[in-house]
C-alpha cells in the first residue's frame, strides 16, 4: 500500500495509523490541510473489503473537508478518520475510547465528529478521553446530531440549484427522486414533502422505505431503478461515487443535488454534467450544515460560552447565495459546477484567506 505516491494523496499534511491489540481498533487519521484552522471531520466505521479501501476513502473524504470548510467561509482546515470494521458487530464503547486516545494525541489539530458508522453517543465515549470531538449531545455546548442541519442545508442548495435551472421559486409537485433514506435523506425528503414536491424514494432498508411511503406519500422504487426515473430533480444522500458512466446516460434529471459526499465518481464527470445541461450542485457546498452545526459547538467550547442554535441557522441559510454565486460563476467561465466550486475553495485555502460565505 503506497501513501505519498497514492492517487489520492494529494499534498495531505499528515496521515496517521493507529492500532489497539486491546480493542482491535485499527483506525486511519488523515489531515489534508490546516491553512484555514484546525482539521475537521467527521469518524467513519465502515468494513472496507481492504487496507487500501480505507486509505483511499480517508484520503478522498479527508480533501473534500478542507474544499467544504473554505467554501462555507469557516475558519477549518480538513481532515477525516476512518475506522476500519463493521459498525454493527465490531464497535465497542472500549474501541471508541482507544479512538479517543488517538484523536487526542493531534493535540487540537484534528477535531473529530460523527459521520457513516458512528453516531453521538460515540463521540460521548470519545469524549471521556480527548476534549477534541464535537457532535455531543447535551450540556451548554452540545450540538447533538448534525445530520438534520445537513438535510436543511441539502434543502436550501437544491432550493437554489431548482432556481438557476428550472427558474421556479417553489417545488410544488416537482418530482424528486432521493436515494437513501438515512439520517439527511429522511429529514430531507421531510423538508420536500412540507414544500410539496412527489417524491421517489430507494433505500435497502425496506422498513425506512415503508416509513416514506406511508409519512410523505413517496412512491418506492428498487434501489438500481432509481437512475431511470423521470424525476426532476435527482438527490444522491447515500454513498459517493455513483455519478459515473453507467448512471449518467440514464439519469433525466436536470439538476442534481443530495447529501452525499463525493458523488461524481471522477473529476471529468462534472463536465459530463455540465455538457448535459444538468445543473449539479457541487455536494460539498450544499452538505455543509452538520460542518456548520458542529462548528459552533467547537466556537462555543472553546470560548465557553453557550452553543447557540440561531447563528447556525443564519449561516447555514448562506448555503443558498453560495450556491448561487458557484452556478454564476460556472455559467460565465463555461466550466462545471464542480470546478467552480473548487476553484473558489482553492482560492481561500491556499492564500490562507478565509472564503467569506455569501
Ligand atoms: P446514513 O448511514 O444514516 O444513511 C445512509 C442511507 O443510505 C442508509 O439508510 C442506507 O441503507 C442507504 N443506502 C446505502 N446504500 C444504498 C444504495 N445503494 N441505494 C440506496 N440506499 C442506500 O448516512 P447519513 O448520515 O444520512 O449520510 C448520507 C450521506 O450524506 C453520506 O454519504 C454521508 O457521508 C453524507 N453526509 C452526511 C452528513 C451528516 O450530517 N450525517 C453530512 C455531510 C455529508
Redesign the pocket.
Known amino acids: 500500500m503506497s501513501v505519498f505516491s497514492h492517487k489520492e494523496f494529494d499534498q495531505h499534511e499528515q496521515v496517521s495509523f493507529f492500532h489497539d491489540a486491546a480493542t482491535g481498533l485499527r483506525a486511519i487519521i488523515a489531515m489534508h490541510n490546516t491553512n484555514l484552522g484546525p482539521a475537521l471531520g ?1 469518524c ?1 466505521m465502515w468494513s472496507y473489503e481492504s487496507d487500501d479501501a480505507a486509505l483511499k476513502d480517508v484520503l478522498r ?1 479527508s480533501k473534500g473537508m478542507t474544499y ?1 470548510a473554505a467554501v462555507a467561509g469557516l475558519p477549518l482546515g480538513g481532515g477525516k478518520s476512518v475506522i476500519i470494521g463493521d459498525s454493527k458487530k465490531h464497535k465497542t464503547p472500549e474501541l471508541m475510547r482507544a479512538m479517543g486516545r488517538a484523536v487526542n494525541s493531534f493535540g487540537g489539530q484534528y477535531i473529530v465528529a ?4 458512528t453516531t453521538t453517543e460515540d463521540m460521548n465515549h470519545i469524549n471521556s478521553q480527548t476534549k477534541h470531538v464535537v457532535g455531543i449531545a447535551g450540556g451548554a455546548h452540545g450540538s447533538g ?3 438534520p ?3 436543511l442545508g441539502v434543502f436550501t442548495g437544491l432550493k437554489a440549484a431548482v432556481r438557476h435551472r428550472l427558474q421556479r421559486n417553489d417545488l410544488k409537485g416537482l418530482k424528486v427522486a432521493v ?9 430531507l425528503c421531510r423538508h420536500l414533502h412540507q414544500a410539496g414536491a412527489q417524491l421517489i424514494v ?4 425496506a422498513d ?1 422505505v415503508d416509513m416514506a411511503s406511508r409519512e410523505f406519500g413517496a412512491m418506492a422504487v428498487a ?1 438500481n431503478s ?1 437512475y431511470d426515473i423521470e424525476a426532476d430533480v435527482f438527490a ?5 461515487g ?1 455519478l459515473n458512466d453507467d448512471t449518467l446516460t440514464r439519469i433525466k434529471a436536470k439538476v442534481i443535488a ?5 458523488q461524481l465518481a471522477e473529476a471529468r464527470h462534472g463536465d459530463v454534467l455540465r455538457d448535459m445541461k444538468v445543473l449539479y450542485a457541487p ?2 457546498v450544499i ?5 456548520i ?1 458542529v462548528y459552533y459547538e467547537h466556537l462555543a467550547r472553546s470560548t465557553n460560552k453557550a452553543f447557540e442554535r440561531q447563528m447556525v441557522l443564519d449561516h447555514v441559510a448562506k448555503i443558498d447565495g453560495t450556491s448561487e454565486s458557484i452556478f454564476k460563476r460556472a455559467d460565465q467561465e463555461g466550466i462545471s459546477t464542480s470546478l467552480a466550486a473548487d476553484r473558489i475553495a482553492e482560492g481561500c485555502f491556499k492564500s490562507k484567506k478565509a472564503c467569506k460565505a455569501a
Open positions: 467527521g467513519r473524504l467544504k460523527e459521520d457513516v458508522g446530531d448534525p445530520s442541519t445537513t438535510a436515494q437513501g433514506l438515512g439520517n439527511v435523506g429522511y429529514n430507494t433505500d435497502m432498508a425506512k434501489l432509481i444522491p444522500c447515500a454513498l459517493g455513483i443530495g447529501a452525499a459526499n463525493n455536494d460539498y452538505n455543509a450544515g452538520g460542518l452545526s
